[in-house]
Every structure is written in structure tokens, then in C-alpha cells.
């Protein structure tokens, strides 16, 4: 065994006693002795890819659902490169991320020798570490290179989550045993621990603050909640319970779908609109949580209508708040922020208008509702599918046994506005960091892989054609996963900009046409194939394709040309109801 065996060996071993349970590996030479020693580990669970931004997503979106990193292996040169875009969405989101990145040793640098690039803090300032070894070699210790591995993975999870890089420059030869003269063969201890322990990191809330906040506590406001760790779900509803204010659930944050948090707004997107029975309800506070929301009504509402008390709670030091008018920013677990403040909030006398106020919230939400329920179930048997009508049936028929991902562009904003609040109770994910359109497939598999349960993708065409291999992927998976492809044959989210008035530059330069259709790459991959052509065919078919426990697609064909007009018409209904009844 040379040194490069050695090094991959220890370095994969000790990640398997740190509890890596996912290696995403894209076959190339010059990562040889990683991947070797991965495919040797028995305690190595591993998937292997066609291409590094596949895997990359992948492995975002496993880490997303376990809260542990997963391990991206690959070979040198542009290889690496290609995990750019998931190393970003990995910082911007905070997921933990390792990323080993074989490299050609000192000598072949800068000599025009072959896969050969810079590769130093090639992520740049998107990780939150980078070290290079250097090339294996009895000089380092066994001790030093246990630390990195450690100090690595621990740098992934805090004091912010997000992606670390390690540079592994091999020489060759990978397997060659070039010192079979040296007698005493150094190993790893027979242990399971791994060389360090950590202690684990708490952010504690002074009551101090807490005191200050409650005694500072006005009787109108909005509880807010953007993305938040999914642990932290309990404590979050028994604050929305204490604190009774009405509570805006962000489509990301795990509470927009299922009927599932206590004074839940659900349609408070589409309240903002100009509805007169709410909106001139104006809070004397607002307490968001998290990561910021999907819905620019809100967040154009925190810019122009900021409330007396403004109060951001989040487990970390970023900066979020792109409306500047947040002036309380509290850095706390959340679990433990919301667990003391709601004990606090129990032993005070709630105010009165705190409950008028949420219930004038309320049955504003119900009433908007029942429009929908009326407005979508007028078509069910029409042959011309709205996409936000299928939107809407499909959050009323995902089962409570699945997960629930959903893509970037038109598919997230239309769940956030019309998306049932009578479904299932589920997880729920997306990537809306960076908000993406690219490896959406290939985040969706792992994060199924990650929860191991079976998943609803549901996805635009765009974002289908940027990740096609990844339909190997979809494929593969051990658990089922139905891709719900809207196929509007282009860009459906552009119809929504000004843009579209330049009639003469946006179908060429913004729509991005198509005429394909998703039937022939399904049966390439052997994927079950549905073409609806209804809402009604639609969940028949769905039905059918979830009895079948086999990775299926689904595709619905529309126009995106009428979509604007189709959420106008909504949102004329539903405004017209609002004056109606104010």
C-alpha cells in the first residue's frame, strides 16, 4: 500500500465514524485512491453519477434533508468546476456540504500538463473553508490529517452551514507499491469514534432579551415564518399559539401546506392584494423567522409599510433583510427562542384585539378559500389544463406518505398562491437560495434519498431540459418518485414581466420556445409515462401512477400565454369579493 492508498483509506474511514452516510462520487483518474477506498469501505454508502453537477445536486439535496453533509468525490480539472452551482446554493441556504476535489501534485502546476487547473479556493469566498494537504506523504501525520478531516466537517455544520472544500493533490502511481520496504504499517485504531470530538455548539437567549421583547410586545402583529430547520416545527406552532397573532407560513418553511399551524393565514399573498377587509389592518409589529419568504407582496410590504417593531429571529449572524427596516435582529436557536418565549406568554393575559385582529385575518383567508375551491372546480373536465388549477389539485392529493419538492420559477409562486391548505401534512423543499432552475431533478432525488420516503417533483420544462441525465437518477431511486412536468413549451415564468409588451425580441430572446415533449425520454429510462389531458385525467392518473410504486412522469401540456390572464381573472374574483363583503 503507497501513501496515496493510505491517505484515501484513513480520510474515508474516518469520515464513515463521523456519520457520513452519503459519498457522491462522479469515476475519474486522478480521485482513484478516494474512490477506491470508498468502494472498500463497507460503512460507505455511495452513489456513483455520469457528471459532477448531478452529483453535486444530489448531494444538496440529501444534506438538505438529513442535516449532515454529503461527500462529492471527483477527478481534477473542469470536473470540479461543475460543482459551482450547488456549492453556492449550499452557502446561500446554509446546507452542509464536503467537497473533495482530487488535483494534479505541485510539479504538474502551471506546466500545461493535461486536467490540469487552479484549483486553489477554486470556489471562492461561497465555502467556508479551504485547505490543501498537499500531496501524501509520511511527512504529514496520521494525526494532522485526522484534524483536517475533522476540523472539515465540523466547519460545515458551524458557526454558519454551507460548503468546505479539500484539496487532494495526488501523485502517481495510485496503487503501485512503491515502498514494499517499509516494514511497519501504520492504521487507524480498531475504534468507531472518529480522532475528535466536538462539543456541541448552543445559542442561548438572555432572559434579559426575552424580558425585553415581551415587555416590548405590542397587540397587533404577524408572526412571519420563512425557512427554518424542520426540528423546529413543534416549537414554532406552540409560539403560534401563545402569541395568537395571525401567522404568514412561507410555501419553504414546512406550515404552508396541511392543515398543520394554529392561525395560519394561508392566502395572505393574495389578501395583500388590495384586500380592504385586512389591509388597512396594519400591525404594530412583525416577528419573522428564518429565511426570507418567497411572496414579494410581503416583502415589498416589510420595504413600504414597515411596522413599529421589527423583529428578525434566525440561528445565525447573515444578513437577510433586503427591506432595511428590520431594526431587532435576534440570534437564537429557534427551537429554544420559541420554546421560552411561548412559556413566557402563557402565564400574561392575551389583549382582546389580538384574537379580533387574527380573526378578521381568518375568515378574509377562508373566504378566499372557498373562491378557490369554486373558481378551479368549474374546470375539471375542461381539455385546456390551467396551470395553477393543477397546481391546486395536486396539494389537495399528495399523500401524507410522501415528500413534497417543488421547482423554481412559475411552479413555487404558483404553490405559495394558490397551493391547498386541506392537504396532507408534508415535508417540503425547494431551492430557493440562489433559486435556480438547474439540477432540480438531481436535488430532488436526494432529498428523497435523505428522508427515504417516496416524493412529488413538480417541475417546469426548462428546468426538465437542464437536468435531463439526471432522469437516470429519477430512475434509480429505491424510493418512488412522480415527476409532475408542466410543459408550457418555454420560459412560462416571463409572460409575467413587462417584457412581454417588446412583442418583437420575446419570443426569441425570453419565451425560449420549444416543441418537445418528455414521452420519449421517460421510455428511455424505462419511467412510467402519463399525459393528461384534463385536471380530472390528472388525478386518476396520478392515482394510477402512485398504486404502481414505480418512479413515474406526468406530464401536463399548457399554454403559458394564458397564464397571466388566468391569475388575473382570479384575482379579480377575488378582489371583487373582497369589497363585496367589506
Known sequence: MNWNERWGEWIIEELVRLGTECFCISPGSRSTPLTTAVARNPGANSVVFYDERAAAYYALGHARATGRPAVLICTSGTAAANYLPAVIESSVEHIPLLVLTADRPAELQDTGANQAINQTNLFGSFVRWFFDPGSPCPEFSLNSLLSVIDHAVSKTNRPVPGPVQLNLPFREPFFENAENNEKNEKKLLPEKNSYIRFAACRKILPVTDINNLLKNCPSSGILSIGRVPAGSLPSIRKLAEALGWPVFADVTSGLRLGNNCPNRITYYDQLLHKDPAVTNIEPHAVWHIGFP????????????????????????????????????????????????????????????????????????????????????????????????????????????????????????????????????????????????????????????????????????????????????????????????????????????????????????FFGTPHNYDFRSVSAMFNLNYYKPDSIADFEKDYQQALSSNKSAVLEIISEREQNPQQLEILRQKIMKSAFESS
Open 293 to 508: 419568504p418567497t411572496s414579494k407582496r410581503w416583502l415589498s410590504y416589510w420595504a413600504q409599510k414597515p411596522a413599529q417593531q421589527m423583529v428578525w429571529i434566525a440561528d445565525h449572524a447573515e444578513r437577510l433583510d433586503q427591506s432595511h427596516n428590520f431594526r431587532w435582529i435576534i440570534e437564537a436557536d429557534i427551537t429554544e427562542f420559541c420554546d421560552q418565549v411561548a412559556a413566557n406568554l402563557k402565564q400574561k393575559t392575551r389583549n382582546p384585539l389580538i384574537q379580533s385582529n387574527t380573526e378578521q385575518w381568518r375568515l378574509a383567508s377562508e373566504q378566499v378559500e372557498k373562491l378557490l375551491e369554486q373558481h378551479f372546480n368549474e374546470n375539471l373536465e375542461s381539455k385546456e389544463i390551467n396551470e395553477f388549477g393543477l397546481v391546486r389539485k395536486l396539494t389537495e392529493t399528495v399523500p401524507k406518505t410522501h415528500s413534497f419538492f417543488i421547482g423554481n420559477s412559475l411552479p413555487v409562486r404558483a404553490v405559495d398562491m394558490v397551493g391547498s391548505g386541506k392537504g396532507a401534512d408534508i415535508p417540503t423543499a425547494l431551492n430557493r437560495g440562489a433559486s435556480g432552475i438547474d439540477g432540480l431533478i438531481a436535488t430532488a432525488c436526494g432529498y428523497c434519498s435523505g428522508l427515504k420516503r417516496p416524493l412529488t417533483l413538480l417541475l417546469g420544462d426548462l428546468s426538465a431540459l437542464h437536468d435531463l441525465n439526471s432522469f437516470k437518477i429519477l430512475a434509480d431511486s429505491q424510493e418512488q418518485i412522480l415527476l409532475i412536468l408542466l410543459n408550457n413549451h418555454g420560459g412560462g415564468i416571463f409572460s409575467f414581466l413587462p417584457v412581454v409588451q417588446q412583442t418583437d425580441i420575446f419570443e426569441p
